[in-house]
């Protein structure tokens, strides 16, 4: 893949202000990520609000279609980034109006560095973001039965691939004069992870990472489905495999 070095802070990278309606649009800044970016040590700050019209009706455990939001929408087959800083940067997620439902279900994965993470040496390194937050408070009372808006304060979903050295710190949410403030640095629905929101393959490795901050997760209020799960490193593991590891990391929740 393509090697790119970042030589400048860019301390407004936009905002994406959207309505999806379906469940094949992915909300990204860079989509699907092969090759080399080195952040060189410099920051980027972006903002993201995605108004959620679902309409998708569920389909059977395994079988509904997954949508993904983040910087990266993926990181894919020998992918690697390093070396770059988020700060002051925001995902709020939610649905307009005061009392609709979503007539669907939702299977959601927003990271704010990748939505996805999938390949066997893909790649993040010596990463860290800084007040931050990702915000999804309101959709309890609005999602239907089999819903799941996974959170993960770096990255969403991860099928393959290492983490090392990534840190995930906020002291200070109040990053977008323009959005509400949350009163949680991430907060979720069905699924919250402080590093990543779920792991559902392998081989995944974690190791030498730090979250310091705050974390919910809420269950939908209207006929749930299953757990409400959430951890400081990753909120749920759906693997088995002796081929992943997590080791060597640091926890702060401060609620």
Not at 114 to 142: F, V
């Amino acid at each position: 893949g393509k090697y790119y070095k970042q030589m400048a802070d860019i301390t407004n990278l936009g905002s994406i202000d959207v309505t999806v309606e379906d469940t094949t649009t992915d909300v990204y800044f860079v989509r699907n990520f092969k090759g080399n970016y080195d952040g060189n040590g410099k920051s980027i700050t972006f903002h993201m609000n995605v108004n959620i019209w679902n309409t998708y009706t569920y389909q059977g455990t395994g079988n509904n279609p997954k949508v993904f939001v983040g910087l990266f929408e993926t990181l894919s087959g020998n992918g690697v980034i390093k070396n770059l800083k988020i700060t002051n940067s925001s995902i709020r997620l939610y649905r307009e109006g005061d009392s609709d439902i979503v007539p669907g279900m939702l299977d959601w994965h927003a990271g704010l560095l990748c939505g996805k993470m999938d390949g066997a040496n893909a790649r993040i390194a010596n990463c860290m973001i800084t007040d931050s937050w990702i915000d999804a408070s309101t959709l309890a009372a609005k999602m239907a039965s089999y819903s799941f808006m996974h959170v993960g304060g770096v990255v969403g979903y991860m099928n393959r691939g290492t983490l090392h050295e990534v840190a995930f710190i906020n002291t200070n949410t109040d990053t977008d004069p323009n959005t509400p403030t949350p009163e949680y640095s991430l907060d979720g629905l069905a699924c919250v992870g402080g590093i990543v929101a779920k792991i559902e393959g392998s081989p995944v490795t974690i190791e030498d990472c730090l979250f310091r901050g705050s974390l919910r997760v809420q269950r939908s209020e209207n006929k749930g489905y299953g757990v409400a799960t959430v951890g400081g490193i990753v909120g749920r593991v759906h693997s088995t495999s002796t081929l992943s590891r997590i080791s060597n990391c640091y926890v702060d929740a401060s609620k």
